[in-house]
């Protein structure tokens, strides 16, 4: 089957579930209360969907992640809910990875190129490259989704990748897992959500910077 086919339906499907599913809607209007009520409709399936669902959004990043690893936490629990969130961010990460190496290379390349620190990355990638994704999990230098797309047109081997996103993940996913818990559950961890949000600003301006810095270096 030509590569062109396998995308075709690849965008097809993941663009049916979003635009003509009562989840879709849902996931667009980013109505946290009716997500977490809809997936709890799901029972023990709610896994599943939840992760397909992460596999959704790491191809549509205009939800928010926090709104689903929150949604996660509230219908299984914290715990239970961001090791749900985790493994499903880690899976979607990979899905978009080996969809940019195998299949979809110009379009993954057309997605990269938005982002001018791309080829002073590439100079690093051969000597560091373990580190500079893992850095890139940590401290959200650029969009996850274009993380994804970027390791997979780069040297970077798979198996890099993995643990770079398996490792990296870890504390990002648990901070938008409590804060998206604690949004709702404000009254009960108003001191706890303020510190998470504190860390989470300070994470995204450390990002900024590093970007704005490394893309002036790059000129």
């Not at 409709?41 to 969907?49: D, F, R, T």
């Amino acid at each position: 089957m030509k590569k062109w086919v396998i995308i075709g339906i690849v965008i097809f499907v993941l663009g049916y579930l979003l635009f003509g599913t009562e989840m879709g809607t849902i996931l667009r209007h980013g109505n946290l209360n009716a997500l977490v009520k809809h997936l709890k409709s799901y029972g023990w399936l709610a896994i599943l969907i939840s992760i397909i669902i992460v596999i959704i959004q790491t191809f549509f990043p205009f939800i928010p992640f926090v709104l689903l690893a929150g949604a996660n936490a509230l219908v299984f629990g914290l715990w239970h809910g961001y090791w749900i969130s985790w493994m499903a961010a880690v899976i979607g990460a990979i899905v978009s990875f080996l969809f940019a190496r195998y299949l979809a290379q110009d379009y993954a390349m057309k997605q990269a190129s938005k982002y001018k620190l791309l080829d002073k990355l590439n100079l690093h990638i051969k000597k560091n490259s373990f580190f500079i994704f893992l850095l890139a999990r940590v401290i959200p230098v650029i969009p996850s989704s274009a993380v994804n797309f970027i390791g997979g047109i780069s040297p970077l081997s798979f198996r890099q990748f993995f643990w770079s996103t398996v490792v990296g993940k870890l504390p990002i996913v648990f901070l938008e897992t409590l804060m998206g818990h604690d949004m709702v559950y404000f009254k009960q961890h108003p001191k706890r959500l303020m510190i998470v949000v504190i860390i989470f600003t300070l994470l995204v301006w450390i990002g900024y910077l590093l970007n704005k810095r490394l893309t002036l270096k790059g000129k």
